[in-house]
């Protein structure tokens, strides 16, 4: 009788001893900075914020808030390929009960860190704030994408990759933060300005914007709303602002990768803040950034003036005219002619700089040249060798309803700017020309093209002029 009384006991206060083992460890999990509790005031946690940036305003109501448990497989090997939607792997930080139901868009979500790597597989996830922890590795794959409604935080040392798209949705002011790696190379590389020229023995494992993808596509569509990129990201490939304002925040990049298109729609708007970059991580497909007609770049926002540079980056092609006998045509062939864009703007490219400042948006050659003309070329040694000897001078496209204000262009060669009709330059305020431009005369920087357009784009290659294709 004593043996099994004291059993009991035994059992009773293991029990209790688990339960607040699992209570303390909710405890300790939600009172750290979180994408559903990010602690703005916490100025260690964020020294980078000004006081203007819109998700500080927006005003959440509670949510349910799941907590990944155990956490995951700590081998970092592979599960069960739904195990994210298994409502038994999450803890209710309100009960400390393991859920009834999965996350769904009204769900807040944290999966905590960990001292051993863990890794979480599924099909398709959906959320509303979503915390990455230390040592995860998440992958919503299958064909299915990630859409969140909410904040998105990924902490240092966690790792994700969507094998589909990355969607921010809703209706509210939200952030994206994945912060700059702590060695400091890269966001070192991007203060100073860092160029990367042509190198054909250069692999990708040294490149050093390679790497680091979060997703392979992206979208935001959030009509009269805005997501702010704080840190670094990079996706793997397209890239589609639909709708609302997708903001690259102050001394961050977003660049898009692959053989892709950064598109912004009708509705939408991409703003570059201080210091800000974005473009493309390698030298890569036919139209690196394009601009539908409404559609707009800014640097900085009305009530958001810049008091320092902004940077739309795209790359350069065969501006030369150079012959490359040797080359074959590929899957994708072609990309080696003259006469391709580098970028396609047909809305509009405006600055808007805080008063007393000459700040500008600048509009040049992203500073990364391997990958040379994408996917579809041949890497020749007669190529390699013509390729390394080009300089990195874009060729630019500006529809006939876009508007230019307080921009810079850089890296322009002479016809970089091809115009439907060259009298569209009287409408344009405040715009230089910087001195890596080919010329100091803008007549001889801008070009008229007369042939078809499609969709706001010529649909035709130009054709080379003498004066154009030498520097």
């Known amino acids: 009788m004593k043996n099994t009384l004291l059993a009991l006991i035994t059992i009773s206060s293991f029990f209790s001893f688990a339960l607040q083992a699992s209570a303390l460890d909710v405890k300790s999990i939600t009172a750290k900075p979180t994408a559903d509790n990010p602690q703005y005031d916490n100025r260690t946690v964020w020294p980078m914020l000004v006081g203007d940036e819109y998700f500080l305003k927006q005003k959440w109501s509670k949510a349910r808030l799941l907590i990944w448990s155990p956490p995951g497989s700590e081998d970092g090997k592979k599960k069960s390929s739904r195990e994210q939607n298994i409502p038994a792997n999450w803890i209710d930080a309100a009960t400390g009960k393991p859920a009834v139901t999965a996350p769904d868009m009204k769900t807040d979500v944290i999966f905590p860190d960990s001292e051993k790597k863990y890794s979480v597989r599924g099909k398709g996830f959906v959320c509303r704030h979503l915390t990455l922890g230390r040592n995860i ?95 670094f990201a990079k996706t793997g490939d397209e890239v589609r602002i639909q709708a609302g304002t997708f903001i690259i925040g102050r001394d961050s990049r977003f660049l898009c990768g692959g053989a892709s298109t950064a598109a912004i729609g009708k509705a939408a708007i991409i703003a570059l803040m201080d210091g800000a970059m974005h473009g493309h991580a390698s030298n890569q497909s036919r139209f690196d950034c394009t601009v539908a007609e409404g559609g707009a770049i800014t640097a900085g926002t009305p009530d958001r003036p810049i008091k320092r540079d902004a940077r739309i980056g795209v790359g350069y092609r065969n501006w030369m005219n150079m012959e490359f006998p040797d080359q074959k045509v590929v899957a994708r062939g072609g990309t080696t002619r003259y006469g391709l864009f580098g970028g396609s703007f047909s809305g509009k490219l405006i600055g808007y700089p805080a008063p007393n400042s000459d700040a500008k948006l600048v509009v040049g050659w992203q500073g990364i040249s391997y990958g040379g003309f994408g996917r579809g070329t041949n890497m020749t040694a007669n190529f390699k060798e013509a390729f390394t000897k080009l300089p990195p001078k874009i060729t630019i496209w500006l529809g006939k309803n876009a508007e230019v204000e307080n921009v810079r262009f850089e890296d322009l060669h002479r016809g970089g700017i091809v115009l439907p009709d060259r009298s569209i330059v009287k409408q344009w305020k405040n715009v230089t020309f910087g001195k890596s431009c080919l010329s100091k005369d803008p007549k001889e920087l801008i070009r008229e093209y007369k042939g078809k357009v499609l969709r706001g784009q010529p649909s035709e290659p130009l054709k080379p002029e003498k004066k154009y294709t030498s520097m």
């Open 137 to 231: 590795d998440f992958q919503p794959g299958g064909g299915h994408n990630l859409a969140v409604f909410g904040n998105l935080w990924i902490r240092p040392g966690a790792k994700m990759y969507v094998y589909r798209a990355l969607c921010f949705v809703g209706n509210s002011d939200t952030f994206f933060r994945q912060d700059w790696p702590k060695d400091g190379k890269l966001k070192k590389l991007h203060d100073e300005g860092t160029t990367f020229p042509y190198d054909p023995k250069q692999t990708r494992g040294k490149r050093p914007w390679w790497a680091g993808n979060v997703c392979r596509y992206f979208r935001h569509d959030k009509p009269g709303k805005t997501t702010e990129v704080i840190g």
